[in-house]
Each structure stands twice: as structure tokens, then as C-alpha cells.
């Protein structure tokens, strides 16, 4: 069983920053891939990045550039910097964790991100 739980969401403007984190109650080393995700309203729910366990990163064509996915073995704790916020960007964000031997990713409760003036 793995619990994740996100945090850092709230208001913020456009071209502005947050920093969101996902802390993981077992070790991440551990763990294969660590992956963010979001889902903003009435859409279906979209990759954004993800960092595996040897620390290769990817991302969403939608957020390269502006985002950056990285962890924390110390604090077990996956983050996603997000700068240059758009009104897109809007959505609940969620982490997800691939470990070995489950059938399923787990999954986080998510923080919402809402970007408007």
C-alpha cells in the first residue's frame, strides 16, 4: 500500500508560479516512476511529467519548458515546479506512483490550480 498526498495548489495569477509536492509514505526508491497528471474541467484526465527512478524526466508537450518535475529521496516527496502559469494551466492536479509488483498505478487526492487575474 502506498499513500500519496499532494499539496501547494491554490490561486495564482498568470506568468505566475506555484510549487506543488507529493509526499510518498514509503520510500521512493522503491518505486519505478513517479508521475504527475491533471484533469481541468470537463476533460479527461493528462499526463504532464514524469521522473522515473533513475531520475529521467519526461513531459507533456503542454508544459516543456514552463514545468519541472524532481524528488526528494530524503523527504520522500515528489514536486512539480510550475512557472509562466496560464489560465490553462487550471486544473486539479494529481500525482501517481508505478511500484513494482502492483497491478495499478497508485494515486493521489489531487490539488487544485487555478490560474486567473
Known amino acids: 500500500q502506498v499513500n500519496l498526498v499532494e499539496s501547494g495548489g491554490g490561486l495564482v495569477q498568470p506568468g505566475g508560479s506555484l510549487r506543488l509536492s507529493c509526499a510518498c509514505s514509503r520510500s521512493i526508491f522503491s518505486i519505478d516512476a513517479m508521475n504527475w497528471h491533471r484533469q481541468a474541467p470537463g476533460k479527461e484526465r493528462e499526463f504532464i511529467a514524469g521522473i522515473t527512478y533513475g531520475g529521467t524526466t519526461n513531459y507533456a508537450d503542454s508544459v516543456k519548458g514552463r514545468f519541472t518535475i524532481s524528488k526528494d529521496y530524503r523527504q520522500n516527496t515528489v514536486y512539480l515546479q510550475m512557472n509562466s502559469l496560464k489560465p490553462e494551466d487550471t486544473a486539479d492536479y494529481y500525482c501517481?506512483?508505478?511500484?513494482?509488483?502492483?497491478?495499478?498505478?497508485?494515486w493521489g487526492q489531487g490539488t487544485r490550480v487555478t490560474v486567473s487575474s
Open positions: 501517481s506512483a508505478d511500484v513494482p509488483g502492483a497491478t495499478s498505478p497508485y
